[in-house]
Every structure is written in structure tokens, then in C-alpha cells.
């Protein structure tokens, strides 16, 4: 069964600056996809950014960028100049590609990182 | 507008007492499916569909019943809730098998379960 781990149950960073958040993951899979979700206090489930195994470039959406490293089954979040709407709980997560059944459309989740963003 | 409605989006009731959270999509997906959301572990399968009349357990389903009568309803019920099932609870869908170019699944807003 696939893990995700998240080491960091909460972070903060200054208003401008860079952060990045923590992730791996345990699987035995060649082909997954990565996420990462936002969760602000709304509880709404906003996804940020995903990652296709078999794509060696990192993703990057605006602000949001990965550093994807395969081999390390390491898919770690930076957010580039921070803003107060950043700050949310972030959860990564991994879903596998494989077509062989529902079961592989689950997303599996790590605990999550709250992230507080300082004026 | 595309969306995954879930109701209600508070809940509070009383060890025993059997409740469903409705579920609502409208974008003619095959795949939906059930989470639930507690402090310090995250998000959390209950069950899946991956069409009408086709559900299975996710990993946590104790104590829980789905069913899919039709495409755009996964109801969630809760026979006889406990104490324990206080949480946050999401519904997901997805368009069905294969590798989507839009590879996102959409969450609705959330309800919060309070079993006393």
C-alpha cells in the first residue's frame, strides 16, 4: 500500500518570502500521479498542482512550483512570494495509474501542513 | 457551473440516530467517491462508485452505507452514527476509467458531523 508523509505539521513564513512543504511517499509503482491541495478555512478543497511520474519536468503554476525527485520519492511544495491568501492547510497526495480498478482512483493522503503566512 | 454539492454542510445529532449526507454532481461523472477528514491523519476513502449500481469499500468504510441509484447521486448513510464518526466529510467525483487529460478530482464543500 502507497504512503505519504508529511513531516511538517505546520510552517510559517513572512509575507513575500519563499517556503516550501515537505512530502514523500512510499510506493512500489513506476507510474502515479502527484498532487498537492489547498485547504483553506473555508474547507474547500483546492487543488494546486499535480505531477505526472513519467514527466521529468517539474510543474510550476505561477507561484506554486514542485521539485519532483523520483528516485527519492520526494514531491516537496515551493510557494514563491507569499501572500496572506496562501496561508491554509496543504495536503499532499498520490494516486496511482494504473486502470486496473476503482480502488486505483483513490487519492491517498498525507496528514497535512498548516501554513501561516506573517504580515 | 461544475459542481459537487454535498448537504447539508453542518450536522449535528445523537449516537443512534440515522442520518444521510446527500451528494450531487453535475457534470455526468462515472466515478465518486467518499472521504472523511480528521485531525492529524488527513483525508481518508470511505467508499467509491465507479458507476450506477457499482460501489466498493475504500479503507475506512466501518459503519457506513453508499448507494448509486443514479449517475449524479452518492448518498452517504449513517445507520447508526457514533461518537467516532464526528468528522469532516468530502465527496469527490471523476470521469471514469483512463488516463484523463484533466486528471483533477472535484470535491465538494464539505460537512461537518458532530455525533454526541
Known amino acids: 500500500a502507497q504512503t505519504v508523509t508529511q513531516s511538517q505539521p505546520e510552517m510559517s513564513v513572512q509575507e513575500a518570502e519563499t517556503v516550501t512543504l515537505s512530502c514523500t511517499y512510499d510506493?512500489?509503482?513506476?507510474?502515479?500521479?502527484l498532487f498537492w491541495y489547498k485547504q483553506p478555512p473555508s474547507r474547500q478543497m483546492i487543488l494546486v498542482i499535480r505531477?505526472?511520474?513519467?514527466?521529468?519536468q517539474n510543474a510550476t503554476e505561477n507561484r506554486f512550483s514542485v521539485n519532483f525527485q523520483k528516485a527519492a520519492k520526494s514531491f516537496s511544495l515551493k510557494i514563491s512570494d507569499s501572500q496572506l491568501g496562501d496561508a491554509a492547510m496543504y495536503f499532499c497526495?498520490?494516486?496511482?495509474?494504473?486502470?486496473?480498478?476503482?480502488?486505483?482512483?483513490?487519492?491517498?493522503f498525507g496528514k497535512g501542513t498548516l501554513l501561516t503566512v506573517n504580515p | 457551473e461544475a459542481q459537487v454539492t454535498q448537504n447539508p454542510r453542518y450536522l449535528i445529532t445523537v449516537t443512534g440516530k440515522k442520518l444521510t449526507v446527500t451528494c450531487s454532481q453535475n457534470?455526468?461523472?462515472?466515478?465518486m467517491s467518499w472521504y472523511r477528514q480528521d485531525p492529524g491523519l488527513g483525508l481518508r476513502q470511505i467508499y467509491y462508485?465507479?458507476?450506477?449500481?457499482?460501489?466498493d469499500k475504500g479503507d475506512v468504510p466501518e459503519g457506513y452505507k453508499v448507494s448509486r441509484k443514479e449517475k449524479r447521486n452518492f448518498p452517504l448513510i449513517l445507520e447508526s452514527p457514533s461518537p467516532n464518526q464526528t468528522s469532516l466529510y468530502f465527496c469527490a467525483s471523476r470521469p471514469g476509467l483512463g488516463r484523463s487529460t484533466n486528471e483533477k478530482l472535484f470535491f465538494g464543500s464539505g460537512t461537518q458531523l458532530s455525533v454526541l
Open positions: 510506493t512500489s509503482e513506476s507510474d502515479y500521479y
Open positions: 457534470m455526468n461523472h462515472e466515478y
Open positions: 462508485s465507479m458507476n450506477v449500481e457499482v460501489t
Open positions: 497526495a498520490y494516486r496511482s495509474a494504473a486502470n486496473s480498478g476503482g480502488s486505483n482512483y483513490k487519492l491517498t
Open positions: 505531477q505526472e511520474a513519467y514527466k521529468q
